[in-house]
């Protein structure tokens, strides 16, 4: 059990554009789910967590307006990139745990993203 | 300040034994987790500890020491498809995830 899926797996898109990366968990009910984005050969770096019902918690740095969380069941959360620009170009990561944010995290299998 | 210190890259051979450390110093301890992430992929869940001692699972084990703020992977019979990135987080105070910046574990044959 315990499966996260991320759509899609890969992205293109053309500067200016908004791009939508939904998270899924498949086989339980995530009450909390977690956007990180990675740069090659860096590790996670968090930018949003989000309880079921509620608006997320973005980190410090990390622009709302910019990277639209919504976490609207217990089964799907999506990150929509607003006017993506090309230093936006990463790999996203979900996550979800079954309870709250001291529970494990189970991980999406990212979504990596190119703004031309 | 919250900070996990683990080795950049280690080399082990086929069959061997690997222990990957990880200090750390965070604001508050509930545990500790190590993922494995393969290139281009996401982490995938190893192991999670909260108190001291080792926890085994199959050819992983891991260790925790709180009073020292240490903490070891060990992986044993170590296979090729092991080659990976093994990242230590510890969940501070505020139940927030302290990345480590991973190790790079090659394995040679």
């Known amino acids: 059990g315990a499966v996260v899926s991320q759509h899609p797996s890969w992205v293109i898109c053309k500067s200016g554009t908004s791009v939508k990366i939904e998270c899924r968990s498949l086989?339980?009910?995530?009450?909390?789910m977690f956007w990180y984005r990675q740069f090659p050969k860096q590790s996670l770096m968090l930018m949003a967590t989000s309880n079921e019902g509620s608006k997320a918690t973005y980190e410090q740095g990390v622009e709302k307006d910019k990277f639209l969380i919504n976490h609207a069941s217990l089964t799907l959360s999506t990150l929509t990139v607003t006017s993506a620009h090309p230093e936006d170009s990463s790999f996203y990561i979900c996550?979800?745990?079954?309870?709250?944010?001291?529970?494990?995290?189970?991980f999406g299998p990212g979504t990596r993203l190119t703004v031309l | 300040g919250q900070n996990i210190d683990q080795p950049t890259e280690m080399t082990a051979t086929e069959g061997a034994i690997v222990q990957i450390n990880c200090t750390y110093q965070?604001?508050?301890?509930?545990?500790l987790f190590w993922y494995q992430q393969h290139a281009g992929e996401a982490p995938t869940f190893l192991s999670y500890n909260v108190l001291d001692g080792l926890e085994e699972k199959g050819r992983f084990s891991s260790f925790l020491s709180r009073s020292k703020g240490y903490s070891y992977l060990l992986l044993k019979e170590l296979q090729m498809k092991d080659s990976a990135s093994y990242l230590c987080?510890?969940?501070?105070?505020?139940?927030?995830?302290?990345w480590g910046a991973g190790t790079k574990l090659i394995i040679k044959p």
């Open positions: 996550s979800a745990s079954r309870g709250r944010e001291w529970d494990t995290q189970y």
């Open positions: 965070t604001s508050g301890f509930n545990g």
């Open positions: 987080a510890t969940m501070d105070s505020n139940y927030q995830l302290i």
């Open positions: 086989d339980f009910q995530a009450t909390t």
